[in-house]
């Protein structure tokens, strides 16, 4: 039997759901909110576990592909202190291919492959339990009918209100992402620094993460403790210890648009950590404001017929290397089980399965990527060396 099945959202989790059910020759409709897919910057670089996003790629029958595309190197990881000191520089054997990295471009090109995703389809809500089934409501005003609605909309999510009241909340860790291109070129002393993977430099209640995506491409980010409202109010907010002259320009209040103030205030916010570090910031094109929020922890809902949730919809959690992994493995574990469900109650027990696994799963994640970021942008920057250390060695 063919169920007429929605999945919303042509993101890692929405594609890798539509990708399975393709290769079992399932019918889908993938629909997604952006024009085009190319329509804003893909993002940075993904780093695809063994036993996650590549077990998904593998049900996707998608892993030769994704080794030829991969960069195992990437992997290298280096921890500086915020004087410059290397601290940590830890180099992948050869043959270690736990969790090479891949651009997000790339990734979701070799996912979308012959699907045939409906782009410009933002929709607007769903509404379980009409007579014909699910009802997809779009922001054009049309409307249609699906068996399941599978709900891989991101993190700020329409689907999520038919079967759960929760909203994400900021966790106080705010991101600036900035980037670098043509590093090897342009900036080599910054490309020896970052070397073939990421550098960070953890300080106390910020850090910066540099991560080299492929073509020479870096991606950077300065993360801290603010709140939300922070740069309407610098020395209020951030205690910045302004020296007069080396912050002469800088407004009590920065406009996020203006990316030389912008600058200014990272440069003051990590004023006194070494020069090659601050670097990354002084050469950083455009920057983009990333406050980092969650889903509360372990969070479910009671099963609602006909609608489910992956990926950040289901259980958004800060980003430490693991919610695109887990958003792919559920689209691809949701994908076998509803292409062999044969009629509407098996359909509905195989998506209820489906719940009870991704939930447990999630959770463990949530409660260790929460006690991540605590430890990452800490008041103790030694907390964040342990960390590494206790997941290296584990
Ligand atoms: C800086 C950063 C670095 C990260 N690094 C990693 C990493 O190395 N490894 C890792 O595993 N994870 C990482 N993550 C987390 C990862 O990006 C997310 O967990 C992952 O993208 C979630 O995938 P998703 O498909 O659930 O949601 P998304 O990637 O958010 O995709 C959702 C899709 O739905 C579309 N959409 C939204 N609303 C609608 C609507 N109303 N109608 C139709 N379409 C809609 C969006 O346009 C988008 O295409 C990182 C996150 C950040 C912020």
Redesign the pocket.
């Known amino acids: 039997m063919r169920h007429r099945i929605a999945v919303?959202?042509?993101?890692?989790?929405?594609?890798t759901f539509a990708r399975v059910l393709h290769r079992h020759d399932h019918p889908v409709t993938v629909?997604?909110?952006?024009p085009a897919p190319d329509a804003r910057p893909p993002?940075?670089?993904?780093?695809?576990?063994e036993g996650?996003?590549q077990s998904a790629l593998s049900k996707a029958g998608l892993l030769a592909e994704f080794e030829a595309l991969s960069r195992p190197e990437g992997q290298a990881m280096r921890i500086l202190d915020t004087d410059g000191t290397v601290l940590r520089d830890w180099r992948p054997r050869p043959d270690d291919r736990a969790n090479p990295?891949i651009d997000?471009g790339q990734l979701r090109d070799l996912l979308l492959g012959p699907l045939d995703v409906q782009w410009g389809?933002?929709?607007?809500e769903v509404e379980p339990g009409t007579r014909d089934g699910v009802l997809v409501r779009f922001?054009d005003g049309r409307q249609e009918t699906y068996d399941l609605v599978v709900g891989?909309?991101?993190?700020?999510?329409?689907?999520r209100p038919a079967v759960s009241s929760a909203t994400p909340h900021y966790t106080g860790v705010t991101?600036v992402?900035t980037s670098l291109e043509d590093v090897d070129t342009r900036h080599p002393d910054l490309a020896r620094l970052i070397g073939d993977g990421s550098m960070a430099v953890y300080g106390v209640n910020r850090s910066i993460v540099a991560q080299r995506n492929s073509g020479g491409h870096v991606?950077v980010?300065a993360q801290f403790r603010a709140p939300l409202d922070w740069h309407t109010d610098l020395d209020r907010h951030l205690g910045l210890n302004r020296r007069a002259g080396l912050d002469a320009g800088l407004d009590a209040g920065v406009d996020l648009a203006d990316v030389e103030a912008v600058r200014s205030s990272l440069l003051a916010l990590f004023d006194g950590w070494a020069a090659p570090v601050l670097d990354l910031l002084r050469h950083g094109t455009a920057f983009v404001h990333?406050p980092?929020y969650v889903l509360p922890v372990s969070h479910t809902w009671a099963h609602v017929p006909g609608v489910t949730l992956?990926?950040?919809?289901?259980h958004?959690?800060p980003?430490?290397?693991?919610?695109?992994?887990?958003?792919?493995l559920e689209?691809a574990e949701l994908a076998e089980s509803v292409a062999a469900a044969t009629g509407p109650d098996e359909l509905d027990e195989s998506v209820r399965a489906f719940e009870e696994q991704m939930w447990a799963r999630a959770g463990r994640w949530a409660k260790f990527t929460m006690a991540g970021l605590e430890r990452l942008v800490s008041p103790d920057p030694t907390e964040a060396l342990a960390l590494f250390d206790e997941v290296q060695s584990s």
Request: hydrophobic share 45%; proline share 3%.
């Open positions: 919303v959202g042509g993101g890692p989790a929405g594609l629909l997604e909110r952006d993002g940075g670089t993904l780093d695809m576990h996650l996003g990295e997000r389809r933002g929709v607007t922001a891989a909309d991101g993190a700020w999510s329409r689907v991101a992402e991606k980010y990333r980092l992956l990926g950040d919809a289901a958004l959690m980003p430490l290397g693991v919610g695109a992994n887990l958003a792919m689209g």
